[in-house]
Each structure stands twice: as structure tokens, then as C-alpha cells.
């Protein structure tokens, strides 16, 4: 199975700050990259995903960058805002099978 | 659409006793998974059915089993509850059997063994 390890594990910013979350794995065959947000209580919801045959996504102010060679992905978030407070899973897919990263704590200060 | 729902929300158990835990998606998707989330460890694949009719272990399947009973049912079944059981499960779905697609999770089941 994919080995999958997510840094930083907690993660504290000023509001207005950007923010980078990086993920590596191991299976060279996965080509399936999403990022999921997890508000304290609440179930994982999709931000952002990325194939293999891309480099780069961006939606307003969250992007996912992706080196296949180096097997890693990150999660950017600019001018963050108190909203964005969550924990943060990358989740490469690896078969049939997602496994996620143990979640970044991202905490905006106001 | 009421997307992916769960029930129970809560529930207490003794060890040694069974539950089944249901768990319904109305996107017409064909893919579903169950998840359990302890506090640190993300969340891990204990099941999942990438299309009607077939079920595969995920990375963590000891002391669970499941039934795909159609393509909107998915339900997860702990035979003789264990205290290292103690989790929140999550189900989700995703439409492609392949996977490589967005999985929509349901609430959750908070469920305690003691």
C-alpha cells in the first residue's frame, strides 16, 4: 500500500497569510491527488484534486502543485482568512484505494 | 439529494456485543467506502465495494465486515465489539469504479466501546 506522510503536522499563520502543506508518497502509479478540509466536527469535504498528467491547479485562492518525480504534492492557500482554520488530509489514490495523510491543524490568526 | 447518509449518529456499545452501521448515497455513485478517523491517525480504509455486487478489504479490516446490499447501500457490521473499535466511522461514495473522483462523505457515526 501507498506510505503517505503529510508535514507540517500543525501549522499557525496571520490572517492575510499564505500557507503551503506538503504530502509525499510512494506509489509511482498513483495519479490521483485531492485535498480534503475537515472542520472540527464535521465530515472531509473535497478543496482541490489534481491528475498526474497536470503540474498545476488554482481555484481563487487555494492551489495544488504537483512533482511527480520527487512523488510529492502541496496544498497553497493565499490571504487566508479565519475561515480556513481546519485540519487539512491529502489523500493520493492508489489503485482502488484512497489513503490519507495523518492532517495538517492550519490555524488563521485574526 | 440528501448525498451520503449514516445512521446511527451515536452509539454506545459493550465489548462483545454487534451493531451494523447503515449507510445510503442517492447520487447514483458506484463506488463506496467506510473509513474509521482516530484522533491523530487520519482516516483509514477499513472497506470498500468499487462497483454493485463486489466488496474488497481496504488497510484496516480486522473484526469488520460489510454488504454492498444495492448500488445505493453500503453497511459495515462489527461482530463482537472491541474497545479498540472506538472511533468515528465515516462512509463515502464516489462515482467512478476506478476511483481517481471526488468521495462525498456522509456525517459520521460516533461510536464508543467500553
Known amino acids: ?110 | 439529494n440528501a448525498g451520503v447518509t449514516q445512521t446511527p449518529k451515536f452509539q454506545v456499545l459493550k465489548t462483545g456485543q454487534s451493531m451494523t452501521l447503515q449507510c445510503a448515497q442517492d447520487m447514483n455513485h458506484n463506488s463506496m467506502y467506510w473509513y474509521r478517523q482516530d484522533p491523530g491517525m487520519g482516516l483509514r480504509l477499513i472497506y470498500y465495494s468499487a462497483s454493485e455486487g463486489t466488496t474488497d478489504k481496504g488497510e484496516v479490516p480486522n473484526g469488520y465486515n460489510v454488504s454492498r446490499l444495492n448500488k445505493r447501500e453500503f453497511s459495515l457490521r462489527l461482530e463482537s465489539a472491541a474497545p479498540s473499535q472506538t472511533s468515528v466511522y465515516f462512509c463515502a461514495s464516489s462515482e467512478l469504479p476506478s476511483g481517481g473522483d471526488e468521495q462525498y462523505f456522509g456525517p459520521g457515526t460516533r461510536l464508543t466501546v467500553t
Open chain 1, 1 to 110: 500500500g501507498e506510505n503517505v506522510e503529510q508535514h507540517p503536522s500543525t501549522l499557525s499563520v496571520q490572517e492575510g497569510d499564505s500557507a503551503v502543506i506538503k504530502c509525499t508518497y510512494s506509489d509511482s502509479a498513483s495519479n490521483y491527488f485531492p485535498w480534503y478540509k475537515q472542520e472540527l466536527g464535521k465530515r472531509p469535504q473535497l478543496i482541490i484534486d489534481i491528475r498526474s498528467n497536470v503540474g498545476e491547479k488554482k481555484d481563487q485562492r487555494i492551489a495544488v502543485t504537483l512533482n511527480k518525480t520527487a512523488k510529492h504534492f502541496s496544498l497553497h492557500i493565499t490571504e487566508t482568512q479565519p475561515e480556513d482554520s481546519a485540519v487539512y488530509f491529502c489523500a493520493p489514490q492508489d489503485g482502488n484505494q484512497f489513503y490519507f495523510g495523518t492532517g495538517t491543524s492550519l490555524t488563521v490568526i485574526p
